[in-house]
């Protein structure tokens, strides 16, 4: 018999096997990844500065102790190139292994952007352990005063996070976006304005509705010039527009593909025997067909655990039900579940302001309750938001 075999080491590839050996602890398991196959809780990497967490102090288990807690081969520092899904070969750089059945878990790629300029290339992105390493030197050992300044390009989520950890931990902190708030694409307006003043208050110098045109070496400096004309000297320039699906093994192995890879209700690719989990797929999330990547923790927890019974015999389908963003700014702690892309046109935000807190709920065109945003938020208030997603609004008082 030859291995379940999973590709990637994050989060998705950990618990499919995690759920497997739930399942059956005999089927031969090898997990192959390209980075050094310990185990770490990837959205922590936003939030362990104001910690003071060393790289070393995110990764909790080592590869050997994962392998030994599994059961399973991992072959660290081993990149597929290739997968072979007539013959059911995976090619590495340096071996060809038979499989059963194979899971892409291979996450997703910094979107990379394009700004003139010799400094240009000194953007970094944290999106795994060895990045955080590399940034968290470089923050540690400033070249000018005693903390670093630090430039963030992106004010989404990722970024949002980066530069309220950032700031907290004594870092002047810089967050550039071309949208006129941070958390323009996922919050309320009401909720990125609170967010907007939270940072600022925080010491975030917010550079709102321009963009990073120019990035040239200037000494030890990095000399960013906006869109707008104005320009500055940093020290590091983190960027954090955005990830991408990782497509290249899948598109060379010629499996279905949109933004994501391309799985049917119950994690299948387009190939048999060949499942996707994780930032890497696009799930297919109601009986219309209709698809859609789900880049967080919940979703790929819930598809990890129907992929598993799905490779031990039990084809399930994956129900992947509304779980609450929640965005990691401790100065003003969000919890939101977006609306609908195609409802935002036809709806609209509802705030509500109360004992501190501002409540924001989209109605759709029909009256629904299809989104939130609330800040500060608690597990009790967005249990309760959560619980009331599909109920139309409150009537008005009659007057
Ligand atoms: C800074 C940050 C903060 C976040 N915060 C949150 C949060 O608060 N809540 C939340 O829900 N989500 C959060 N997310 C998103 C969440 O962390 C991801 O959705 C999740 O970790 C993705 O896991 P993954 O296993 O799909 O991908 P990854 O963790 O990217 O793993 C991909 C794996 O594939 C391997 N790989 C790739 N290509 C190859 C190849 N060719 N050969 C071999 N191996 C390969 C890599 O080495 C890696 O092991 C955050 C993300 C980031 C970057």
Redesign the pocket.
């Known amino acids: 018999m030859n291995p379940i075999l999973i590709?990637?080491?994050?989060?998705?590839?950990?618990?499919v096997a995690r759920e497997l050996r739930k399942l059956d602890k005999e089927r031969p398991l090898v997990i192959?990844?390209?980075?050094a196959?310990g185990f770490y809780?990837?959205?922590?990497?936003?939030n362990a500065f104001a910690q003071k967490k060393e790289a070393a102090q995110l990764l909790t288990q080592s590869a050997e102790q994962m392998a030994a807690q599994l059961g399973a081969t991992i072959l660290a520092a081993?990149?597929?190139?290739g997968v072979d899904t007539v013959a059911k070969i995976v090619t590495?750089e340096t071996d060809r292994i038979a499989y059963d059945q194979l899971v892409l878990?291979?996450?997703?790629q910094p979107i990379r952007l394009s700004i003139d300029g010799n400094g240009a290339d000194q953007v970094l992105s944290?999106?795994?352990i060895a990045d955080y390493a590399q940034f968290r030197e470089l923050v540690a050992a400033p070249k000018h005063g005693a903390s670093a300044r630090v430039t963030i390009l992106g004010a989404g989520?990722?970024g949002c996070?980066?530069a309220d950890d950032l700031a907290g931990a004594g870092h002047a902190v810089t967050l550039i976006d071309p949208a006129a708030l941070p958390l323009a694409a996922l919050a309320a307006p009401a909720l990125s304005r609170g967010l907007y003043a939270a940072l600022t208050a925080r010491g975030v110098a917010l550079k709102l509705a321009t963009t990073a045109s120019r990035i040239d070496r200037s000494g030890d400096a990095l000399h960013v010039t906006l869109a707008d004309g104005s320009a500055f000297d940093t020290d590091i320039i983190l960027s954090a527009v955005g990830?991408r699906p990782?497509l290249?093994?899948a598109t060379a192995a010629g499996l279905a593909t949109a933004r994501g890879i391309l799985v049917d209700a119950s994690g299948q690719t387009s190939a048999a025997d060949v499942y996707a989990?994780?930032?890497?797929?696009e799930y297919t999330i109601d009986a219309a067909g209709s698809t859609r990547i789900l880049?967080?923790?919940?979703p790929?927890m819930t598809a990890a655990r129907a992929i598993a019974r799905t490779l031990t015999g039990t084809r399930t389908a994956i129900d992947i039900k509304d779980s609450p963003?929640?965005?990691?700014t401790p100065s003003y702690p969000i919890a939101l579940v977006p609306p609908p892309q195609q409802a935002l046109a036809t709806g609209a935000w509802n705030d509500e302001q109360i004992d501190g807190r501002t409540i924001c709920r989209f109605y759709d065109a029909g009256g629904l309750l299809a989104g939130f945003c609330v800040a500060p938020q608690d597990a009790a208030i967005r249990g309760s938001l959560l619980a009331a997603l599909g109920s139309p609004a409150p009537a008005a008082n009659p007057a």
């Open positions: 590709i990637g080491a994050g989060m998705a590839g950990f618990t192959l990844t390209s980075d196959g809780s990837k959205p922590m990497l936003s081993t990149r597929v190139t590495t878990a291979v996450g997703a944290v999106n795994n989520l990722i996070e980066f990830l990782d290249s093994i989990v994780g930032d890497c797929a880049p967080y923790i919940a790929l963003v929640i965005v990691k």
